[in-house]
């Protein structure tokens, strides 16, 4: 079974997404960066792109991040807030 991890995507007031996932493709500051299981801790502002994640148990899904954002991961959880 592969690894994964917990990730919530988040706006005010309104929970986008909140689940197992695979992997998360995000558009960082510095470039579109990926998230797998137990991934280093960081921090990263977020560009204007397309966040895609692959879930454990549906298919791909896609969240625009409009005006920015942050993503945060440590152990073995991803939140981001657009």
Same mark, same amino acid.
């Given at each position: 079974? @592969?690894?994964?991890? %917990? #990730?919530?995507?988040?706006? =005010? /007031?309104?929970?986008?997404? +909140? /689940?197992?996932?695979?992997? @998360? *493709?995000? !558009?960082?500051?510095? /470039? &579109?960066?990926? =998230? #797998? @299981?137990? %991934?280093?801790?960081?921090? *990263?502002?977020? $560009?204007? /792109?397309? =966040? $895609?994640?692959? !879930?454990? +148990?549906?298919?791909?899904? %896609?969240?625009?991040?409009?005006?920015?954002? =942050? @993503?945060? &991961?440590? %152990?073995?959880?991803?939140?981001? #807030?657009?």
């Amino acid at each position: 079974m @592969a690894k994964t991890f %917990h #990730l919530t995507i988040a706006k =005010i /007031g309104e929970n986008l997404f +909140d /689940g197992e996932v695979l992997s @998360a *493709s995000i !558009p960082g500051s510095e /470039g &579109v960066f990926e =998230i #797998l @299981a137990l %991934h280093e801790a960081l921090i *990263s502002e977020l $560009r204007p /792109g397309s =966040i $895609r994640v692959t !879930p454990a +148990d549906t298919q791909v899904q %896609h969240f625009a991040v409009t005006e920015g954002g =942050i @993503a945060e &991961v440590s %152990h073995n959880q991803a939140t981001i #807030l657009l």
